[in-house]
């Protein structure tokens, strides 16, 4: 399950996300629709097992604290919780956010994910960050000893930086502590404060060569602290991987609740079959809380996905995965076989290219195919 909470106390420059900044924030309002909402869909899916529930925003660390421990009483009373259920929730380094740890700890919290992108305190301005690099190593610090699991962000290829700066800083946000640290390269993205600058010349971009080396150099020392490659952007101590994440890039169910937020859910359709249900919320908070209170929900789009798509969609998140693909698994999720969704010509090339690994049961990329990820995707998936 994942719980979206739209709103931040400042748009960031390079973010394209669904978040919202306003004046005033009426929790009550939407902590009310929220749990509307997650009932509302419990009544139709039924008491399904529950393996993790994902406060995502936003910034969901700027929630009240009783409104957290709500919705997870909500989600494991109206669902059936599997004894090791994870439940993340994201926070800035910022005083405001770090002084809510504790009590999102008592509320049920046991893992939390640090929006640190940076230990660099010009870095961190350029990125519009409210926190400063010595805020960012005091949360780190106190959501080590708070939480059993933590895991933080970093963004790379960040405007001036170089090879040497990013192994220095990698190391030393790694020696902190975490079994998990999600690593992103800094892209633009349209519509964003970033896209406009870099429009005018104002923000000069780390060429493609850089940015490659940066990624390899992000595995290399990742690798010496322990933290393996588990997903392109993503790093951990062997079984410490996000639970909930497997489940969008293994293809697997989860519900989406607030606004703008996405599901993938399996549930009979008209012919009274196993199906998947695209689902997408409406994306504005107002109209999607004005919505709740009158319907029950805010969906916008609840849509029954037909061959090919759940292939292309299952081939796009789990190529990601240095697991790669079970092609067993995949037959039996998308009625497609594994082989018949990809272009013969492409696949041989990136096998012979060593992109690729295929054994006949699993197909996964390589580290250089991963390097390449985007574009090979682009021409292999039907």
């Known amino acids: 399950m994942y719980i979206h909470w739209p709103f931040c106390l400042a748009k960031c420059p390079y973010c394209d996300f669904n978040s919202h900044v306003r004046d005033q924030v009426p929790q009550a309002r939407f902590a009310r629709a929220l749990r509307t909402e997650l009932a509302t869909e419990a009544a139709r899916l039924g008491p399904r097992p529950l393996a993790s529930i994902f406060f995502g925003g936003g910034t969901p660390s700027l929630m009240a604290p009783d409104t957290v421990a709500a919705l997870i009483a909500d989600a494991c009373r109206l669902f059936r919780p599997l004894p090791d259920l994870e439940i993340t929730l994201e926070a800035n380094p910022t005083s405001v956010e770090v002084g809510r740890l504790r009590a999102f700890r008592a509320a049920g919290v046991n893992r939390v994910s640090l929006g640190v992108q940076a230990l660099e305190d010009e870095a961190l301005r350029l990125l519009g960050r409210a926190h400063s690099a010595a805020e960012a190593v005091a949360a780190l610090e106190l959501a080590r000893s708070t939480f059993p699991r933590i895991s933080f962000d970093l963004i790379y290829a960040r405007p001036g930086q170089d090879l040497p700066a990013w192994r220095a800083e990698l190391d030393r946000a790694l020696a902190l502590a975490a079994d998990h640290l999600s690593l992103y390269q800094l892209t633009i993205e349209p519509g964003t404060r970033f896209e406009a600058l870099h429009r005018q010349g104002l923000l000069a971009m780390p060429d493609g060569e850089l940015g490659a080396a940066l990624y390899e150099e992000t595995a290399a020392v990742a ?32 519900l989406g609740i607030g606004p703008g937020a996405h599901g993938r859910i399996t549930r009979p359709g008209p012919d009274g079959l196993p199906a998947i249900f695209a689902t997408r919320r409406h994306r504005a908070p107002e109209p999607w809380a004005e919505r709740v209170e009158r319907c029950g929900h805010g969906l916008r789009e609840d849509t029954r996905l037909v061959a090919p798509e759940p ?72």
Do not use: K, Q
């Open 223 to 254: 690798a010496g602290h322990g933290l393996l490659a588990y997903e392109v952007s993503n790093y951990a101590v062997p079984g410490s991987e996000s639970r909930h994440n497997l489940a969008y890039w293994r293809y697997g169910d989860y």
């Open 311 to 382: 292939a292309r969609e299952m081939l796009l998140m789990g190529l990601r995965l240095s697991e790669g693909i079970e092609a067993g698994r995949f037959a039996a999720r998308t009625g497609v076989a594994l082989v018949d969704a990809l272009e013969p010509a492409i696949l041989e090339a990136a096998l012979e290219a060593d992109y690729l690994r295929w054994d006949g049961a699993c197909l996964a990329a390589t580290p250089a195919g991963r390097l390449r990820l985007e574009a090979l995707l682009g021409a292999l998936v039907r």
